[in-house]
């Protein structure tokens, strides 16, 4: 009988250089975002509206108005300066980079199923989660350039091409004037601030006043087209004009700077660094917010179509109208809007960025707005960022391959 001598098999060893298998671990690795922002790049038709509209607009905006202002000066002001920062801002690149931004979203959180490849990505043994988190720097990676080129050209233009006389309610007054200066110059050019100034006295004026108003012709003679000065009846019954001295005149002139400083201080020929950077910095916080809840929402419907309706009437018919009617009842859930929140972060300085007119409050028009705090508004922008993440990976880990 022969015998076989048995020996247990000995273990395979692992090289040391081999890398385990992290397919499983819901952290996105840099080639799944790396292949989820080449999916969306070459989609050339998005790429191209996304272009238009975050620099094609302000650009084709600006260059109208530099060659406008090149060939007919005296009819067309400025291209640049701190108004035109400031409505660019607040009426084209906040609304329009939310938008553009909610629509790459929306395509990022659906293009799996809509190109049908959502099975394929799910056999793969790739961790759901992490497949949908990779998404998010890919989609920023695309959309904050965008937004901060078009930008970058908004700040280059308004700097450069800014108006190098501040025009101040239809007069040319010097910048940075103290109140003080500004009150002094009033007194050189008193018939300019009569005549262009904004006043209020509380009321019927004085009769040192209303001579003083009276008797300075803007365009016409008198208020009324008739001849400057206080009327009154001469020994004959005759109707004489009285007219006020020059000193009056200089004092009224400086009472009427002295009302508007508060409002000419906050006139600028250009805007300054630091609001420029402060405003770069709130429309990227914009675009991320429209990113974020873009693809969550995407992810949520399965489609893109609706969710960028759902995105356009939120921004442009819902928040506005909610930001701004203050109902009874339901003032927490108005609070609770994301939009109201981007709204009371906008830097000071900005014009109101749901029309209207600014407030007292530096020209931002918070006051107009439903009232709410900055820490609630932090607070209220973080929740939608979480919940909208939160909805979005979870259909994708629920949803059938």
């Known amino acids: 009988m022969t015998m076989v001598d048995e020996t247990a098999p000995a273990p395979v060893s692992t090289p ?29 038709g998005l790429m191209a509206a996304l272009m238009l ?29 701190y108004d035109v920062f400031t409505g660019l801002v607040a009426g084209v690149l906040y609304v329009f980079g939310f938008i553009v931004a909610a629509t790459l979203g929306a395509t990022a959180g659906s293009i799996d199923l809509t190109d049908g490849m959502f099975r394929h990505l799910v056999v793969t043994g790739r961790s759901r989660l992490a497949i949908y988190l990779a ?13 901060a080129i078009g930008f970058t050209v908004v700040c280059a233009v308004c700097v450069f091409a800014a108006p190098t ?53 803007c365009g016409n003679g008198g208020p ?47 805007p300054s660094t630091s609001l420029m950077i402060k405003t770069g910095l709130w429309i990227e916080l914009e675009a991320i917010v429209g990113f974020i809840v873009g693809l969550g929402l995407g992810s949520l419907l399965g489609q893109r179509t609706v969710a960028v309706i759902l995105m356009i009437v939120l921004e442009i018919v819902l928040t506005p109208i909610l930001s701004r009617a203050h109902i ?25 960025v749901f ?10 028009g918070t006051s107009l707005l439903v009232p709410e705090t900055t820490t609630v508004a932090v607070c209220v922008v973080v929740a939608w960022l979480v ?13 059938d391959a």
């Not at 000065?229 to 400086?254: E, L, N, Y």
């Not at 994301?338 to 900005?350: K, M, R, T």
Request: charge should be positive; hydrophobic fraction near 40%.
């Open 16 to 44: 040391r250089g081999a890398r385990r298998d992290h397919r499983g671990s819901w952290i996105p690795t840099g080639s799944m975002i790396a292949t989820r922002c080449m999916e969306l790049r070459k989609r050339r």
């Open 53 to 81: 509209v975050t620099i094609g607009i302000p650009t084709v905006f600006l260059v109208i108005r530099l060659l406008l202002h090149a060939f007919a000066p005296h009819s067309y002001g400025p291209a640049g300066g």
């Open 135 to 147: 998404r998010i720097p890919a989609g920023l990676a695309i959309i904050l350039p965008l937004v």
């Open 165 to 217: 006389q501040l025009n101040f309610q239809g007069a040319h007054v010097p910048t940075g004037l103290s109140q003080a200066g500004l009150e002094s110059w009033a007194a050189d050019h008193s018939d300019e601030v009569i005549c262009d100034f904004n006043f209020n006295f509380n009321g019927a004026p004085t009769s040192q006043v209303g001579a003083v108003l009276n008797s300075v012709p």
């Open 224 to 270: 009324n087209g008739g001849p400057g000065g206080v009327i009154v009846k001469g020994p004959s019954g005759s109707a004489v004009p009285v007219q006020p001295s020059q000193a009056q005149v200089r004092d009224v002139a400086r009472v009427i700077a002295g009302r508007n400083y508060s409002a000419y201080s906050k006139t600028f020929l250009y």
């Open 328 to 352: 009874a009842h339901l003032i927490n859930l108005q609070r609770s809007v994301v939009g109201l929140a981007v709204a009371h972060l906008e830097p000071s300085g900005l014009g109101f």
């Open 355 to 364: 029309g209207g007119g600014g407030g007292p409050d530096g020209g931002r």
């Open 387 to 399: 919940v909208w993440t939160v909805l979005g990976a979870w259909r994708m880990m629920t949803r």
